[in-house]
């Protein structure tokens, strides 16, 4: 259980994360306005676009090791007391009649 955490993104490596993501988006799509608009051609804006998505989810879904330099700290495993009740050893409550 312990080793699966190990391929867990941090929070702040989501943050990166999408950071990148968000950007790589962002500079293709204006490359692939200016570079469609230029050629006249549709098509090439559409390609880039989908080039830098590709790219970025390249950069982005596996859990590359920059993204996990913050692991979150765990709480140890604690037993259950013996001074606890049961769920069942409980008396239920009762509500006052109105």
Not at 31 to 52: C, D, L, P, R, S
Not at 67 to 86: A, D, H, I, S
Request: aromatic residues 14%; glycine residues 8%.
């Amino acid at each position: 259980l312990t080793k699966m955490y190990l391929f867990l993104q941090d929070y702040k490596g989501q943050k990166l994360a999408e950071q990148i993501f968000q950007g790589i988006i962002l500079v293709s799509a204006v490359i692939g306005f200016i570079y469609g608009y230029i050629t006249e051609q549709f098509g090439w804006t559409v390609y880039i676009v989908m080039a830098g998505f590709a790219l970025s989810c390249l950069l982005t879904l596996p859990p590359w090791p920059m993204y996990r330099r913050n692991p979150l700290k765990w709480l140890p495993v604690q037993e259950l007391g013996t001074e606890e009740k049961k769920p069942a050893d409980r008396k239920p409550k009762r509500h006052a009649k109105s």
